[in-house]
Nanobody
Framework: QVHLVESGGGLVQAEGSLRLSCAAS????????LSWYRQGPGKQRELVAA???????NYADSVKGRFTISGDNYKRAIYLQMNSLRPEDTAVYYC??????WGQGTQVTVSS
């Protein structure tokens, strides 16, 4: 069993920044394979950024150059630094690990 807890969401103005955190516990031995998803109002959940099984990073085209995913293996935590935020980034952001572990989500609201 893996337990994921997100934090760091909030209300921010456009062009502002936020840093999300995801703390993992349970049967998890590496931050490789952890990822961030988001679900905006009326939209499907989508992948935002991931740390792959090999330790590399992937990003959705919509966030490339603005968001950065990072992690700390010792703390079993990953982070999402979000800069130059846009109203369309408004969503609930979820931490995820296969095969189907999700956190409770943290709300990010970007005002114009």
């Amino acid at each position: 069993q893996v337990h994921l807890v997100e934090s760091g969401g909030g209300l921010v103005q456009a062009e502002g920044s936020l840093r999300l955190s995801c703390a993992a516990s349970g049967r998890i031995f590496s931050i490789n394979g952890l990822s961030w998803y988001r679900q905006g109002p009326g939209k499907q959940r989508e992948l935002v950024a991931a740390i792959t099984s090999s330790g590399s990073t992937n990003y959705a085209d919509s966030v490339k150059g603005r968001f950065t995913i990072s992690g700390d293996n010792y703390k079993r935590a990953i982070y999402l630094q979000m800069n130059s935020l846009r109203p369309e980034d408004t969503a609930v952001y979820y931490c995820h690990k296969d095969p189907g572990y999700w956190g409770q989500g943290t709300q990010v609201t970007v005002s114009s």
